[in-house]
Nanobody, 114 residues
Framework: QVQLVESGGGLVQPGGSLRLSCEVS????????MAWFRQAPGETRDGVAL???????NYKDSVKGRFTISRDNAKNTIYLQMNNLKLEVTAVYFC????????WGQGTQVTVSS
């Protein structure tokens, strides 16, 4: 069973930055494709960014150039650096191991508001 503990969310003004963290246990992040998803109120959960075991990354078009996914193998943790935040990114953010489809953390709330 995978355990995922997200943190780092909060309230930020448009244009601000946040760094989300996800502490992972049960799988090794460097051996798996890990991803960040988000879910806004009334919407389905949507993929934002992923990082493969080889370190390749991929991003949702709307966040390219502003979000960066990374990992710390020693800490078995993945991160999402979010810069130049816009109002539409307000959502609960979840990290996820794509190989373990049923395991999700509690998420961390990101609210962008002026």
């Amino acid at each position: 069973q995978v355990q995922l503990v997200e943190s780092g969310g909060g309230l930020v003004q448009p244009g601000g930055s946040l760094r989300l963290s996800c502490e992972v246990s049960g799988v090794t992040v460097s051996s798996n494709t890990m991803a960040w998803f988000r879910q806004a109120p009334g919407e389905t959960r949507d993929g934002v960014a992923l990082i493969t075991s080889t370190g390749d990354t991929n991003y949702k078009d709307s966040v390219k150039g502003r979000f960066t996914i990374s990992r710390d193998n020693a800490k078995n943790t993945i991160y999402l650096q979010m810069n130049n935040l816009k109002l539409e990114v307000t959502a609960v953010y979840f990290c996820h191991c794509l190989r373990m489809s049923g395991d999700w953390g509690q998420g961390t709330q990101v609210t962008v508001s002026s």
